[in-house]
């Protein structure tokens, strides 16, 4: 495949197959009406081209503000696709192309971009996950089932110290990785350094106790060349992940990080609801994270089962299992899935099955911190609740000779309750 | 003001007032159930205060999909304020403070982010725009009236060559301002190199007659070290301005452009529709601009009145007078609008008596270039409807002795008729 391709969900005060023609217009040569410079060459050149459209039905009013005005919004998805010449690998380009001014034309009443075909000589042109599962895997020292983690909490208002010993805390009880939260960067209250040297201490003083050094996410989000100094002290301290907000250092922010980061990259998409919540403008996930692996993320965030995030339980599992799925015909990119949000013991073993394996990062806050036995035992029903999926028993039957995990079920009875 | 505020416009399954305390406990300290190392002096410290709770409304159905589930779906205004110590100077992580998990919350059917009120200490420490208006004008050399640009068409398939030459043609008809398309990048079809040193050459023969040379917006937007090497090149060229898309460079890479760039940033926003046209949720384009501003955007796109885009005219008039407002109480940091997409000189005295005055760039494609006299006449044509503003003038009356204006009038008629 020579072209990019992209599939959107639209609806249209013109009809589907006519704004098909204005969006491949619009997204290419710039103007449907030709000019004398837009020779015949130059089209078959250039333009983008409709591959496919599908009406789906229609509506009587339009489901976004719309100028113009119509007795029927025809609804449907279409396939456009552009020749890679005119983009080459640029990322940033690709995604002025497929999610640029489309979104704002007065010749669809709704568009949401639900999947790219990337072709193989773009993936190959990028850098992809550089750690990717295998990788987080060998640096966490856990060979197989689901890695698990937890957030630090409070989210901001801790002094480094105070960060630090919550660390010390759930490294000594066994972690396989904590998170700085998003709201937690550089700020004056608790500057990076200080918590990235306190916390390493201490990380580095549980290991010598566990055998095993924790993974903990530093959040970098911050300017770019003030990520590139992180990182650089990062890997001095001996740390092994660095986490970026993917919204506000973008996508080009994500690739400058990636390029010169020797950690595997937590990215954190917060913002992601203003993207795709809305059923009738955005990106869905599947499409977005295949721009995200390009450029780097190695872990990516879905939110979890029945999480405190209004995003139903389906579309947490597409995006899971979109982020382990191949970026293209040739090239696998993957990256590791990161369920959280309201998570416990409860939905360890419906996120495996739902996923078809145990290659996730599961990150608990409550679902560890509020174990009545403590983080420990917190930790150890986890452990336990992989356990039993592990082996095909049931939780409940598993909880009875294993108490910590009978104490979290009791605990957080009712967390997975829809569906 | 040592705190940042946020307004919000939300509908709520719980109630307004409650949902503002979930917010802010969401986007500060992280939880509202408070754990043991949440003090009351680590609150007080760090948590998100709600300042005001206006009801405006109620709905029976909830505006976007959501998980809680009630019969009715409080409407109002929120005004939110965090300590700046939380996050400093850093546009990144204030922008996931502001715009970050909070869209997709369960206690909220929809959520618009409306304004920023940025305190003095983060707009002193941003560098902002570094031309602004006053820079532009001394550049271009237009010391009055409003600036008028055009948009290299079609947006792509032309040869570096074929930009040049055309390029050339614009230059020496007069024109002010000349951009790349936004789907103009640095492809293998057009490379940015051969594009810029090919437009630098007749732009300077054109000044050689014409007494004054065109600004032209090369398109550099790329991964972040190729938009310094395209920076450096296009400074040794003798280039007097750089074009990003904002959305695909993210707010960190602006900032990383702005460090290094000796030229105005011409900032477009394509894909804004995404962030805005939903009225359920998203962010509104003042409280967007303040944070491209504050990381050197010099000029910002605003559509235009009667565009081929949906978005209303009293919308973009907002978002104009926005750009030339005082970031913070005391830095003004003001940028320059840019009305582009189907204007023509109907639109030159509606924009200018709806902005106040005619600090804005006016770029027109087809406006310029479908003028059946050609692209002079089109260009003098904007010139005089100006004139005709700036003195008071009807514009029809002002074309009975201009006759390009009068030629442009007859083929653009009836352009501006939405309200």
Redesign the interface.
């Known amino acids: 495949m020579t072209r990019l391709q992209a599939t959107y969900e639209i609806e249209s005060p013109v009809g589907v197959a006519r704004a098909a023609g204005v969006i491949a217009g619009e ?5 449907f ?1 030709r ?1 004398a ?2 020779t015949d060459d ?2 078959t ?3 983008a081209r409709v591959e496919a459209v599908e009406v789906t039905g229609a509506a009587d009013h339009p489901a ?5 005005a119509a007795d029927r919004y025809e609804q449907g998805r279409i396939t456009l696709s552009w ?6 690998p ?4 690709i ?3 497929v ?8 010749e669809v009443s709704a568009i949401r971009l639900l999947s790219l075909d990337i072709p193989d000589s773009i993936a190959a042109a990028c850098p992809g996950p550089q750690f990717g599962v295998a990788g987080t895997r060998a640096l966490m020292g856990v060979a197989s089932g689901p890695m698990i983690g937890t ?1 630090v ?6 002094s480094a110290q ?1 960060t630090a010993t ?1 660390a010390g805390d759930l490294a000594r009880a066994g972690i396989d990785f904590i998170k700085d ?9 608790c500057p990076l350094s200080d918590r990235a040297r306190l916390v390493m201490q201490v990380l580095d003083d549980a290991a010598q106790v566990t055998g095993r050094k924790a993974m903990y996410a530093f959040n970098i ?7 590139w100094r992180h990182l650089e002290m990062l890997e001095r301290l001996g740390a092994s992940c660095a986490m970026v ?1 993917l ?7 994500l ?2 990080v990636r ?1 010169r980061s020797p950690l595997p990259i937590h990215a954190h998409r ?6 795709s ?7 869905a996930f599947p499409a977005m994270q295949k721009l995200w692996r390009l450029a780097g993320a190695d872990h990516l965030h879905v ?1 979890g089962l029945a999480s ?5 339980d389906a579309v947490v599992i597409e995006a899971a299992r979109s982020v382990q799925a191949p970026v293209s015909v040739d090239h696998a990119h993957g990256a590791l899935p990161v369920f959280s949000s309201g998570q416990t013991p409860w939905q360890v073993a419906p996120s495996a099955q739902a996923l078809g394996n145990d290659d996730f990062l599961m990150c608990a ?2 679902g560890i ?1 509020s174990h009545p036995d403590g983080p420990a035992a917190g930790i150890a029903a986890f452990r336990q609740a992989a356990a039993a999926q592990a082996q095909g028993v049931n939780v409940r039957t598993y909880a009875a000779d294993h108490p910590e995990l009978a104490a979290a079920l009791d605990t957080f009875e009712g967390a997975v309750t ?1 569906g």
Chains 1, 2 share one sequence.
């Open positions: 997204q290419s040569t710039g103007t009406i000019l410079s837009e130059l089209r050149r250039s333009a976004l503000p719309c100028r113009l020749p890679v010449e005119t983009f080459g640029s990322l940033p380009n995604l002025a192309t999610a640029g001014n489309l979104f704002e034309l007065a957030i909490k409070p989210s901001v208002g801790l105070e919550l939260d998003e709201l937690q960067g550089n700020g004056p209250a989000t911050d300017e770019i060349t003030d990520m907000s919204n506000s250092i973008g996508l080009a922010g690739r400058a390029d917060n913002g992601w609801g203003l993207m919540r809305s059923p009738h403008i955005g990106i939110n405190k995030f209004t995003e139903p806050g409550g911190m829809r």
